[in-house]
């Protein structure tokens, strides 16, 4: 049975400053939990349900990964989620030097998300259209926090995130800079390659000075009713469609 | 000063039971609370900062309005947000026969979406493609849930929302059923026309068989990457987008 102890630490993986002294974080609910326990990740805990170590826990896993059994109430007290009858695992955070090498296709970057649950939304969009990168800058919220990487169903797995300091990367850009705006260029009509940066403003302050000074083509996508804006996912996923869809 | 008594009634209405028994419903933060004082809504109160009341109430709201100054832990404490530096407001919810009488353009369908967040955000994109009708499954989330208000960003003013019996609403149909599915056709080739039903289906499951029966065209949002599935928000957009580009 698993002690206090660990069900203390595995809650204190709730809060970003105990995730960054650890290495480690939490993913909950079937789908990530299943998907992440056949990635290439370190899974160093798993606590599920009996019905899920029964259908996804294989002798290969049982080796390296400490396995607990938990009820459904146990989950909801130690997790994040509101309702749980699957499990969650402590993951390792991937070493990474968060070394953004330029790459030679689409891109997307966002100034300063703050909301986990959007974030989360993003990067299942950006998997869903095949964006390897998503580069945001240093304020946003953080990647491994437990809603967004349960709002990303799985795809925090694919896409690789760099917290970067958008306006250097941008000066030394090689590939064209697309930035959303209210007033830009029709998305419909507009010339869209197959490389580039696209970049999203915040929820509720748009793309900064600094940045908008840098994009090479503004771009919006067009209104037919009155709703002021579109949250910034929703944005990035009609965006990503008009860029593909070509 | 607002009494103890009336703070606890703005407080039932968090639940869906006691919004239906008052006939009233609550609408929070900046944005949605000075739309709301701008339309023909009935506010029967608002509870609000000093600088918020400055800035959006004159004199012709303050006659058939209860107008009462609160901080922003006052209103923390009374709404369901983390964080309100504006205000809140009760508003009657509309009457209406709930009766969806056909109408020949664009109308967007969702069976049993259960987010509250998700629906909201749906508004916000129902409004911003300017479609005027959601018809809803029975079970779906309650529109006049706080959550689904203040994430529809004023845009509840706007769409229309019928909760009915979909299958009998498309049985009876006179303009064209599109239904999204994982296997459809390749919505960047298809004709989309300005007049139809668009169907989603929920979060988990798609649409039901029953409804799927009656589905004239179905078609699919090209996938380029890994992610197993768009949430219904975004998958909305895209289609909405993909409809009115035309």
């Not at 002798?59 to 909801?76: G, M, Q, V």
């Not at 070493?95 to 939304?121: F, K, M, Q, S």
């Not at 600094?210 to 709703?227: N, T």
Request: net charge positive; glycine share 6%; hydrophobic share 40%.
């Amino acid at each position: 049975m698993i002690s206090k102890q660990e069900l203390k630490f595995i809650k204190s993986l709730h809060s970003k400053k105990h995730r960054t002294e650890a290495g480690l974080f939490l993913v909950e609910g079937e789908k990530s939990l299943a998907e992440v326990l056949q990635s290439s990740w370190e899974v160093k805990m798993v606590l599920a349900t009996t019905e899920f170590l029964h259908h996804y826990i294989d002798s290969k896993n049982k080796s390296k990964t400490k396995i607990f059994e938990a009820d459904t109430e146990l989950l909801r007290k130690t997790g994040s989620l509101s309702s749980n009858d699957a499990g969650l695992a402590v993951v390792r955070i991937p070493d990474t030097d968060n070394y953004y090498e330029p790459a030679n296709r689409l891109v997307l970057a966002v100034e300063n998300i703050r909301d986990p649950g959007n974030l989360g939304t993003l990067l299942r969009i950006a998997d869903w259209y095949g964006i390897k990168e998503l580069l945001l800058s240093k304020e946003s919220a953080d990647i491994f926090n437990p809603k967004v990487i349960q709002s990303s169903m799985g795809s925090f797995l694919r896409v690789k995130v760099f917290y970067c300091d958008l306006k250097e990367t941008f000066r030394k850009k090689k590939i064209p800079l697309f930035g959303t705006f209210t007033a830009g260029d029709n998305i419909y009509n507009a010339s869209l390659p197959s490389r580039g940066y696209i970049l999203l403003g915040n929820e509720s302050q748009g793309i900064s000075n600094e940045l908008s000074a840098l994009v090479d083509r503004r771009l919006s996508i067009p209104k037919f009713g009155k709703a002021e804006s579109l949250n910034v996912a929703v944005a990035a996923a009609v965006v990503l469609d008009n860029f593909k869809r070509k």
